[in-house]
């Protein structure tokens, strides 16, 4: 084989995360050498994302429909485990951001102009949302990405389904599969739709203007790889009760890493379920876990939440007791289930939590306009903690739920 071929070969079929890396080293050198070119290649990461974005709707719908349509009786789906370990997880992410911020308190200069975007005005109106997502027209709930809607339709229609002859299943399940290889197609295009990303985000913004906010940085981050790194795989532990660090480490490496660039859990939703079937999980469980683990598994969104409101509640002199602060992550682990799951969501639930110190909605949205400034990087630690955990938290309740058995046997 000749140079030339091998090295085509490796370009359409070589190992992803060494392509990925290629892209982003190539991405980074472009924007030192030339902003300008760097920001003219951004339309190679706008049409990946664009792609993804599009293409994540069907496929769970479509997914979706056809396992439970084909789910036989009898058979765990292990979503109820799943919940539980996404509900910990981000009750526990929150509980860190909390204890971070205490022990580095971090402060803001509140000079950003108030913005106009319209906010929840309570738990009460994130709740309503959501329940108007679940009954959402199901033309509109793809068209617009609405998770939680996209979930009910094809769950309900699953259900139906059921029932169905075997070859209407059969045509369902062939839908999903000719989606699924459409979004295999888009993914090895990734590496250089994160070439496009990093050389226009890089060229455009730069990190210059972060200097500023280094201390909140440094707790935002923190805090997300303390969690990544030792909450769950402690908590993944406790499921499992085996080394958690080599399933820690490959959702890092291949959900994590896509999600940083692309920084909207939706968009990673097909890069998740590739994972997932390359780690050999149940497809019935999978299939739902990890779209809604895209809309409700909103760890780096709790701390997001937490730490950016504590940071407005330091500058602004407030003191804030233990009980306060531990109500604050209930109340952010609860935000942040409504936080949708595209770039710099979780950013306007940011004056619901401000709301709990008596801050006013023009000064809470001078945070959110903070929390934009430094979202080059606060956005893509969230997303990659937020969309690698959904893989996480699903293969972990599949290992305990095959080690059940195999004790069952015994």
Same mark, same amino acid.
């Given at each position: 084989?000749?140079?030339?071929?091998? &090295?085509?070969?490796?370009?359409? %079929?070589?190992?992803?995360?060494?392509?990925?890396?290629?892209?982003?080293?190539? /991405?980074?050198?472009?924007?030192?050498?030339?902003?300008?070119?760097?920001?003219?290649?951004?339309?190679?990461?706008?049409?990946?994302?664009?792609?993804?974005?599009?293409?994540?709707?069907?496929?769970?719908?479509?997914?979706?429909?056809?396992?439970?349509?084909?789910?036989?009786?009898?058979?765990?789906?292990?979503? /109820? @485990?799943?919940?539980?370990?996404?509900?910990?997880?981000?009750?526990?992410?929150?509980?860190?951001?909390?204890?971070?911020?205490?022990?580095?308190?971090?402060?803001?200069? =509140?000079?950003?102009?108030?913005?106009?975007?319209?906010?929840?005005?309570?738990?009460?109106?994130?709740?309503?949302?959501?329940?108007?997502?679940?009954?959402?027209?199901?033309?509109?709930? =793809?068209?617009?990405?609405?998770?939680?809607?996209?979930?009910?339709?094809?769950?309900?229609?699953?259900?139906?389904?059921? %029932?169905?002859?075997?070859?209407?299943?059969?045509?369902?399940?062939?839908?999903?599969?000719?989606?699924? %290889?459409?979004?295999?197609?888009?993914?090895?295009?990734?590496?250089? /739709?994160?070439?496009?990303?990093?050389?226009?985000?890089?060229?455009?913004? /730069?990190?210059?203007?972060?200097? %500023?906010?280094?201390?909140?940085?440094?707790?935002?981050?923190?805090?997300?790889?303390?969690?990544?790194?030792?909450?769950?795989?402690?908590?993944?532990?406790?499921?499992?009760?085996?080394? @958690?660090?080599?399933?820690?480490?490959?959702?890092?490496?291949?959900?994590?890493?896509?999600?940083?660039?692309?920084?909207?859990?939706?968009?990673?939703?097909?890069?998740?379920?590739?994972?997932?079937?390359?780690?050999? &999980?149940?497809?019935?469980?999978?299939?739902?876990?990890? @779209?809604?683990?895209?809309?409700?598994?909103?760890?780096?969104?709790?701390?997001?939440?937490?730490?950016?409101?504590?940071?407005?509640?330091?500058?602004?002199?407030?003191?804030?007791?233990? @009980?306060?602060? &531990?109500?604050?992550?209930?109340?952010?682990?609860?935000?942040?289930?409504?936080?949708?799951?595209?770039?710099?969501?979780?950013?306007?639930?940011?004056?619901?939590?401000?709301?709990?110190?008596?801050?006013?909605?023009?000064?809470?949205?001078?945070?959110?306009?903070?929390?934009?400034?430094?979202?080059?990087?606060?956005?893509?630690?969230?997303?990659?903690?937020?969309?690698?955990?959904?893989?996480?938290?699903?293969?972990?309740?599949?290992?305990?739920?095959?080690?059940?058995?195999?004790?069952?046997?015994?």
């Amino acid at each position: 084989m000749t140079k030339k071929s091998k &090295l085509m070969q490796f370009v359409l %079929h070589g190992n992803l995360v060494v392509r990925i890396l290629i892209g982003l080293i190539a /991405g980074m050198t472009l924007a030192a050498c030339s902003a300008s070119a760097a920001a003219s290649v951004g339309v190679l990461g706008t049409l990946f994302v664009t792609a993804l974005k599009s293409v994540a709707p069907i496929l769970v719908f479509a997914l979706v429909t056809s396992a439970i349509a084909s789910h036989k009786a009898g058979q765990r789906t292990n979503i /109820g @485990p799943i919940l539980a370990l996404y509900v910990t997880g981000t009750l526990a992410a929150a509980l860190v951001a909390v204890v971070a911020s205490f022990s580095f308190p971090a402060t803001l200069t =509140l000079v950003v102009p108030t913005a106009t975007t319209a906010t929840p005005e309570g738990i009460g109106a994130v709740l309503r949302t959501l329940a108007l997502n679940v009954v959402d027209n199901p033309v509109r709930a =793809l068209a617009d990405g609405n998770y939680i809607g996209i979930l009910a339709w094809s769950a309900g229609l699953g259900l139906a389904l059921r %029932h169905a002859s075997a070859t209407t299943r059969t045509v369902i399940a062939d839908l999903s599969s000719g989606i699924a %290889h459409i979004v295999r197609l888009i993914i090895q295009c990734s590496p250089i /739709g994160i070439f496009g990303l990093v050389a226009a985000t890089l060229g455009t913004n /730069g990190f210059g203007a972060l200097a %500023h906010y280094g201390r909140l940085l440094e707790v935002l981050i923190g805090s997300m790889l303390f969690v990544a790194l030792v909450v769950n795989p402690l908590i993944v532990f406790c499921k499992t009760r085996r080394n @958690p660090y080599p399933l820690v480490f490959t959702c890092l490496r291949e959900s994590a890493l896509t999600a940083f660039f692309t920084r909207s859990s939706a968009a990673n939703i097909p890069v998740n379920l590739a994972l997932c079937r390359k780690l050999d &999980l149940h497809e019935d469980t999978y299939s739902v876990s990890i @779209p809604l683990g895209a809309t409700i598994n909103m760890a780096g969104a709790a701390i997001t939440i937490t730490v950016l409101t504590l940071a407005a509640v330091n500058t602004l002199g407030i003191a804030v007791d233990w @009980p306060t602060a &531990l109500l604050l992550s209930v109340v952010a682990a609860l935000c942040a289930c409504g936080a949708s799951g595209v770039a710099g969501g979780s950013l306007l639930l940011i004056p619901l939590a401000c709301g709990l110190f008596g801050i006013s909605n023009d000064l809470a949205m001078q945070v959110v306009g903070v929390g934009f400034i430094i979202s080059v990087l606060q956005d893509s630690f969230e997303t990659a903690l937020n969309s690698s955990t959904d893989v996480l938290f699903t293969a972990a309740a599949c290992h305990a739920q095959d080690h059940d058995k195999v004790l069952a046997q015994a």
